[in-house]
């Protein structure tokens, strides 16, 4: 019975530290809105569309690998997708909110 404790412990810790985050547990990362500031409405209006083409993309390919890593945790007991690319999802996250702000600073 102890043993069954230990490795459920054991279990637990590797899901919860190891493992890739989906895409809607990233913080976006804080970009100024400074960026923006020589951008026209309609350049703000193409990088909008650019961001929000992106996004989905690349936060389909980090909650790829939090799923792959869930099962590979599960199945042999260690993570292999290398993480996903958080940093990416964080930065896009960010800069959808930097040109956001921008866009009601300039009221387009």
């Given at each position: ?97 930097a040109v956001r702000q921008a ?6």
């Amino acid at each position: 019975m102890k043993l069954t404790k230990f490795t459920a412990s054991i279990a637990a810790i590797l899901l919860s530290t190891a493992c890739a985050k989906k895409a809607d547990n990233i913080e976006p990362a804080s970009i100024s809105t400074v960026k923006y500031d020589a951008y026209s409405c309609s350049q703000l209006r193409r990088e909008k569309a650019h961001i929000d083409t992106a996004l989905p993309r690349v936060s389909a390919q980090q909650d790829k690998a939090a799923s792959d890593d869930a099962l590979m945790v599960f199945l042999i007991g260690v993570p292999t997708s290398g993480g996903g690319v958080p940093g990416e999802v964080a930065r896009l996250k960010g800069e959808q909110e930097a040109v956001r702000q921008a866009m009601v600073q300039k009221r387009c």
